[in-house]
C-alpha cells in the first residue's frame, strides 16, 4: 500500500558484503528475500536490490559476482509480489533484472557509466533513474567541485543526462532523477541540494532521493571533538530529510527504515489533504507553477 499519494517509499536491500551501512547482513538469498518481504509489509513501495557497493572509495566486482548476487534476490520478491528496482550501473546485469522481473532500472551513474544502458532501457520499456554523477566511487571526492549555485550546477549536468537519453530512444515518461547526495558532495554541497529541492522538482522528471544514512548526516550530528554517529545512528535525520523532501514534490524516497518513513509520509500526506480541502485552489495553482 502506499504510504503517501504524493511521494513514495523506495527500501533499500543490499546483497554485498561491504555496502556502508548494511554490508554484509544476508549469507543467503533466502535471508535476503524475507528482508525485501519484510521492507514491502513495512510500507516500502518498490525494494532497490543493489550488488555492488557504491561508498566512497568501494572497488568494483565482475558482472558475473553482481549478477549472482541480485537475480536470486529479485526472481524471489517478484515471485512473493514485491515491487523491485535493481541498483546497478551496468547494461548486461540491468537487462537480466528486468528480465527477472525488476521494474525500474536506478543507475547511480546516470548511463555514464555503461553506454548501453540507454539502449535496454528504450527496448524494455521500464522507468530510469538518472542520478548526478561525476565519476567512480573511487575518484569521486575529488570531484566535489562546483560554482556557488550547487543546485545549478546539478540541474545543469542533469539536464545534459536527460537529453541524452532521449536521443538515445528512450520515452520522457520513463526518466526520473535523482540529485546524488554524497556522490562527489561535500557536507554543504548535500545541504545546498536539500535547500534547493523546489528547484530540482522544477525541472520536470520525477525526483528520488537518496539521503539515508549518509556520511553528511553523521557531520551534521557530531558533537564538538567527537567521532560522528555510526551510519545506523542516523536515522532519525534521515526520516527529517524524508519529511523535507515530500513536503518539496520529491516523487520517493529511497531509504533503510521504511517503517517510520511510511508512518512519517502519511503524516504529510493528511496534513496536505486537510489543507487542500481548506483551500481547494491550492492544489491546482501549486500544480500550475512547477
Known amino acids: ?66 549478477l549472482r548476487r541480485v537475480l536470486p534476490v529479485i526472481a524471489g520478491l517478484t515471485a512473493a509480489g514485491v515491487p523491485t528496482s535493481i541498483d546497478t550501473t551496468r547494461a548486461s546485469v540491468a537487462r537480466a533484472a528486468v528480465d527477472a522481473g525488476a521494474r525500474l532500472v536506478n ?25 548526478h554523477w561525476r565519476g567512480p566511487s573511487r575518484t569521486m571526492a575529488a570531484r566535489a567541485r562546483y560554482s556557488a549555485d550547487v543546485v545549478g550546477d546539478v540541474l545543469g549536468e542533469l539536464s545534459a543526462r536527460l537529453d541524452a537519453a532521449s536521443a538515445a530512444g528512450v520515452a520522457a515518461e520513463q526518466l526520473l532523477v535523482d540529485p546524488g547526495l554524497g556522490f562527489a558532495k561535500r557536507t554543504e554541497h548535500d545541504l545546498a541540494v536539500l535547500r534547493g529541492l523546489d528547484r530540482i522538482v522544477a525541472l520536470g522528471p520525477p525526483v528520488l532521493l537518496g539521503a539515508s544514512r549518509k556520511r553528511f548526516l553523521g557531520s551534521v550530528l557530531a558533537e564538538p571533538d567527537r567521532e560522528p554517529p555510526p551510519p545506523t545512528a542516523r536515522d532519525a535525520a534521515t526520516l527529517a530529510t524524508s519529511v523535507l523532501a515530500a513536503r518539496a514534490g520529491v516523487w520517493g524516497v529511497r531509504v533503510h527504515d521504511t517503517g517510520a518513513t511510511a508512518d512519517a509520509l502519511r503524516l504529510v500526506s493528511a496534513l496536505e489533504r486537510h489543507h487542500d480541502a481548506l483551500d481547494p485552489g491550492r492544489r491546482t495553482t501549486q500544480g500550475a507553477s512547477r
Open 107 to 131: 543507475d547511480v551513474s546516470g548511463g555514464l557509466a555503461d553506454p548501453a544502458m540507454a539502449r535496454v532501457v528504450a527496448e524494455t520499456g521500464v522507468r530510469w533513474v538518472l542520478m
Open 1 to 66: 500500500m502506499r504510504a503517501n499519494a504524493g511521494c513514495r517509499v523506495m527500501g533499500i536491500l543490499n546483497v554485498t558484503p561491504d555496502s556502508f551501512s548494511d554490508g554484509g547482513r544476508f549469507a543467503t538469498a533466502e535471508q535476503a528475500i524475507a528482508s525485501g518481504i519484510a521492507l514491502a509489509e513495512q510500507g516500502a513501495d518498490v525494494v532497490d536490490v543493489g550488488g555492488e557497493s557504491t561508498r566512497p572509495g568501494a572497488e568494483r566486482v565482475s558482472p558475473e559476482e553482481e
